[in-house]
């Protein structure tokens, strides 16, 4: 079972990461940066100080980063040092180093060479970001931190805001966001699955944990007007959560721009 799991994972990688151009090379490499965050947490921290006190608002800040947090340490912390699960971008070069792990790995699952001696896996193309010098990324990939951070986000969007509209939008920006790290073969999917439960996970954890802190302190100085309590546990009246769907298709918009200027 667990090497058909596994056989399955390495042919969705290399069907997902077969498909190359130029231009999504570009698109791509930009997209799973870090920096396209920036206009998506600004654009949140601006709807909640248009809805809530600042002291609310700082309060809600923090359950977000712890969200992200947790969910970044579990992977990187908790689980990748005990899996050990290389990258497929380390495989192959460990492959050529005759890593006798590596072979056992891809001869398990009956990935034979090909005329040129070659394992599928070591034809996974990776982003060149200059003549010579490909990105790897660190040396173990189970679970996806890319993946987790971005879906503990989304899924704690999804249950702060409760709105079809930006929910849907901020998972589709999570899952592309997850999709380009396959793409540019530092991950295998199953990574990315393993990544999305963990940020599932986190969300309903820290968003429980200030449901509860908000039902508790119901009368602390954090509320302001009978207006923001009511926000609180009605998100369905929050205003301007549209300006987070807008800021990230300005993002996208302009990565796609500067992509095609690439060319």
Not at 181 to 208: C, E, K, N, Q
Not at 236 to 263: M, P
């Amino acid at each position: 079972m667990l090497d058909n799991l596994l056989q399955w994972d390495l042919q969705a990688l290399l069907a997902i990461n077969g498909v190359h151009a130029p231009f999504w090379d570009h698109f791509m490499w930009l997209f799973t940066g870090k920096w396209i965050w920036i206009p998506m947490y600004a654009s949140i921290l601006f709807v909640l100080l248009k809805n809530f006190s600042l002291r609310y608002t700082i309060l809600a800040v923090i359950a977000i980063a712890l969200t992200i947090t947790f969910a970044d340490q579990v992977c990187a912390t908790l689980i990748r040092p005990q899996v050990q699960r290389s990258r497929p971008s380390r495989l192959g070069p460990l492959i050529q180093e005759n890593n006798e792990k590596s072979i056992r790995l891809m001869e398990a699952l009956g990935q034979l060479k090909d005329k040129n001696g070659q394992y599928p896996i070591e034809k996974i193309r990776l982003h060149e970001r200059k003549p010579g010098d490909f990105y790897r990324g660190g040396k173990y990939g189970f679970p996806s931190c890319h993946a987790s951070n971005s879906f503990a986000l989304a899924f704690f969007l999804l249950l702060f805001f409760k709105k079809r509209g930006l929910s849907l939008f901020i998972l589709l920006w999570a899952a592309l966001n997850s999709y380009s790290r396959a793409y540019i073969g530092v991950h295998f999917p199953g990574d990315l699955l393993a990544g999305m439960v963990i940020g599932l996970t986190g969300a309903l954890l820290l968003y429980s944990l200030l449901r509860r802190v908000s039902r508790q302190s119901w009368t602390s100085p954090v509320f302001g007007t009978e207006q923001e309590k009511q926000l609180i546990f009605q998100p369905e009246k929050l205003r301007f959560s549209g300006i987070i769907i807008y800021t990230g298709l300005a993002t996208l918009v302009f990565i796609l721009l500067y992509s095609w200027y690439q060319l």
